[in-house]
T-cell receptor, first 115, second 117 residues
Framework: NAGVTQTPKFQVLKTGQSMTLQCAQD?????MYWYRQDPGMGLRLIYY???????DKGEVPNGYNVSRLNKREFSLRLESAAPSQTSVYFC??????????????FGPGTRLTVL | GENVEQHPSTLSVQEGDSAVIKCTYS??????FPWYKQELGKRPQLIID?????GEKKDQRIAVTLNKTAKHFSLHITETQPEDSAVYFC????????????????FGTGTRLTIIP
């Protein structure tokens, strides 16, 4: 049981390059989330997906796109990376429904540097 | 939208003493308040949570209190140990009317807790 996995662990990009961060879960959870974490800013929600086929913007969606490929996978794409997107990115999942504990389970994170 | 403020940003406590971290929230409709612990270089992990229908919850050395009228909640750690050193985040969200539950968490900016041996 891997839980929530993210690839890659580290990435360095040049300004203007594009890349996709991958997230996969084997917890059979409906909801998936992408956060960014910056010093002194806490965790800020970029996008989330309540179920396969649906996505919604969070607090800081500009410059990002997402794709909920299936129930297991939720990817985050940077089309034209900017230095302001240097951050640690976390994917998270949550079980939904009446019996949900509402706990979000986080992946190990991707450290992205944009030069 | 919801706004969560967290204080202090850093806290140093002698081993064995207690630590208290406080958060305030803005949306009176919020009804779910979790606390996450993040050790250096690791992922955030839930340590305790509370819902708006209770005022206090305890789990061994950690407890959370909620004051709905004042819109603030606090994390209390007693008999602190070196392994309690970490960054702690509070969060708030609202459970929707449907089965969907709490879809979005709004996090505070974090408190770096250092336990001094």
């Amino acid at each position: 049981n891997a839980g929530v996995t993210q690839t890659p662990k580290f990435q360095v990009l040049k300004t203007g390059q594009s890349m996709t961060l991958q997230c996969a879960q084997d917890m059979n959870h409906n909801s998936m989330y992408w956060y960014r974490q910056d010093p002194g800013m806490g965790l800020r929600l970029i996008y989330y997906s309540a179920s396969e086929g649906t996505t919604d913007k969070g607090e800081v969606p500009n410059g990002y796109n997402v794709s909920r490929l299936n129930k297991r996978e939720f990817s985050l794409r940077l089309e034209s990376a900017a230095p302001s997107q240097t951050s640690v990115y976390f994917c998270a999942t949550r079980d939904r429904g009446i019996r949900s504990t509402d706990t979000q389970y986080f992946g190990p994170g991707t450290r992205l540097t944009v030069l | 939208g919801e706004n969560v403020e967290q204080h202090p940003s850093t806290l140093s406590v002698q081993e064995g003493d207690s630590a208290v971290i406080k958060c305030t929230y803005s949306d009176s409709a919020s009804n779910y308040f979790p606390w996450y612990k993040q050790e250096l270089g690791k992922r955030p992990q839930l340590i305790i949570d509370i819902r708006s229908n209770v005022g206090e919850k305890k789990d061994q050395r950690i407890a959370v209190t909620l004051n709905k009228t004042a819109k603030h909640f606090s994390l209390h750690i007693t008999e602190t140990q070196p392994e309690d050193s970490a960054v702690y985040f509070c969060a708030a969200s609202m459970r929707a009317e449907s089965n969907f539950g709490n879809e979005k968490l709004t996090f505070g900016t974090g408190t770096r807790l250092t336990i001094i041996p």
